[in-house]
């Protein structure tokens, strides 16, 4: 099971993003966001603490902050606003995994460092703050939260089977892949009807987060055929291989109930997986653990505050923006929406530091703040979603379709190669 609040539309759509903001890349010529003294901030359920954004409200009285959280598909609906040019709004959440799209159209937002950005820069992850950084030096994205990735398991069906339950340990026990594919081999003799891995996809994607190359380098060259990306499909056709992967497909009842059980009792996710599980499985309270991610640091997640074109008072957008998304903020985020800060100060406040009951009394910004703190830097490019995809359509085909991974392989580099030079992307 994934039960993953930030899945919807991560992939396919990169292309459209960057061709709908393109046609926008004239400017706007007459703004069109806040009328008077109305300012308004658009995001996403859960992607700001909404106690944090009703203070905002009250705090800022020179201007009327009308937060609206915009559902379904975000990313077109900004980018037909923008395209438009009508009802745009002044302060826009962009999704991290969206942003490389955003960027090579970075004169549709504003540079937040003609409002004084850098001297904020200190005080935020470097990577994330670069993440939201133009090819020109222009930052269009102040950052909201980062999305670390770790091992989340049941330490009652851990200890049913022999295995440590001490976070410490686990991590030590499972601290590469192999070693992660071993112990689930170890748990799955112990413990009948268990699965060690819920989805292979993620065992891919997190394989690939944890190298510092993607898809596209920066002189537009496509290499996603290359070693680095072979590795990631090998992981998870390697967890297949050794009977590890549920059948299951993630998020269905059969799924939700098997987990609740303890079966699976290990998957690997963000820090906001904490809040889902809390969210889905309240009966589990005090069952699960967190341990190091296998293999090394790797990012899931993360969004961005920006200003747009449209907005008539940047002053005061950026000092909501700064208000909003400082160290004290970003820490109520973490308590109120498992929003794991991207301001390293925040991992030293009480509220981060605090046992938490769900998780047996851990405190688990012992390990998400390490890894949020070592984040590997990799090039993102704004054509990785549409030639990424390809890859993960075919290892999905492997996975529950039985495809030949030869031949899946083959097809997927096929279909890359055709998108790449539809796009542009040299092979």
Known sequence: MHLSRRGLLRAGLATTAAAALGSTAAGCAVPRGSTGRTMTLWYWSGGLSEKVVADAERRFTDVSLRPVQIGGYYRSKLMTTMTGQAYIPDIAGLRGEDMASYLPNADQFVDLRTLGAEKFKDQYLPWKWDAGTAPDGSLIGFPIDAGPVGQFYRADTFEAAGLPTDPAEVSARTSTWEAYFATGETLQKKIKGAYWVVDIIAVYNYAIGQGTRRFVDKNRHFIGDQEHVRRAWDLALEARRRGLVSPMLSGTPDAIAATEKGLPPDQLGASWVGGDLKLNLPKTKGTWRVAQMPGGPANDGGSFLSITQACRDREQAFE????????????????????????PASYRQKAMLDPDPFFGGQRTVDVFGPAAEKIPVAYNSPYDVALGQPIKDELTRVSQAGKDPKRAWKDAMKTCRRIADHLGVSV
Do not use: K
């Open 320 to 343: 909501i923006i700064t208000w909003l998304l400082g160290a004290d903020n970003q820490t109520r985020g973490f308590v109120d929406a498992g929003l794991f800060p991207s301001t």
